[in-house]
């Protein structure tokens, strides 16, 4: 790390776009922790900052930023920027409970989806729905989704009653982590990731 110091200011940026927060609630442990890390390396005071970007376009530009050294993002936005920003992964988070791998599962009320096919005109939430390359190839592994299927960013899923664009009253799918509850509807097709 000490060769990222060899500009003035290091910034090291947290993004995580649909996670509740916002920079405020974030920032005081973000300066903990970069406080912590000058401390414990050694670093001359004021080499170091550290941000919160609580949405994805505030994310992208401190990222593309000279003095942006380090990002710390989740995984659907890893996947849907790394070419872009030219990200390459140092290490990976284990979440207690959950392990170092997500699991993501699809969820509707029952007998409405009932796999690919049943989902033209409809419309996916998920947290991490500002990142349709991960919910499509990643999350979704396995499915070939309708070319006519939008993905939508939002932070509460499961909870919204939408209408299809096809007319047909629905609850919307939605893919959720399966932190996010278990409280999956019975009979919803599942994430071919998951198992279950």
């Known amino acids: 790390m000490s060769t990222l110091l060899a500009a003035t200011l290091a910034?090291?940026?947290?993004?995580?776009p649909g996670y509740p927060g916002g920079a405020g609630?974030?920032?005081?442990?973000i300066d903990q922790f970069t406080n912590a890390a000058v401390a414990i390396s050694g670093w001359?005071?004021?080499?170091?900052?550290?941000v919160y970007e609580p949405?994805?376009?505030g994310g992208l530009a401190k990222l593309g930023s000279a003095d942006a050294v380090l990002a710390f993002?989740?995984?659907?936005?890893?996947?849907?920027h790394a070419a872009q920003l030219h990200l390459t992964p140092l290490v990976q988070a284990d979440v207690a409970d959950v392990g170092p791998q997500q699991r993501w599962t699809l969820v509707a009320k029952s007998g409405h989806v009932t796999g690919p096919a049943s989902m033209p005109g409809y419309t996916i939430l998920s947290v991490a729905g500002y990142a349709p390359n991960f919910?499509?190839?990643?999350?979704?592994e396995g499915w070939?989704?309708?070319s006519d299927l939008k993905i939508e960013s939002t932070g509460r899923t499961g909870r919204g009653i939408a209408r299809s664009d096809s007319g047909r009253g629905a609850s919307e799918p939605a893919v959720r982590k399966r932190s996010q509850g278990r409280d999956a509807v019975s009979g919803a097709a599942r994430?071919?990731?998951?198992?279950?």
Do not use: K
């Not at 001359?44 to 550290?50: F, H």
């Not at 994430?191 to 279950?196: K, P, R």
């Open 55 to 57: 949405t994805e376009e």
């Open 144 to 146: 070939a989704l309708p």
């Open 191 to 196: 994430c071919h990731h998951c198992g279950g």
């Open 11 to 16: 910034t090291l940026v947290f993004c995580a």
């Open 25 to 29: 609630d974030a920032q005081p442990l």
């Open 135 to 140: 919910v499509r190839h990643i999350a979704l």
């Open 73 to 80: 993002v989740p995984y659907p936005f890893f996947v849907e």
């Open 44 to 50: 001359p005071a004021g080499s170091l900052a550290a």
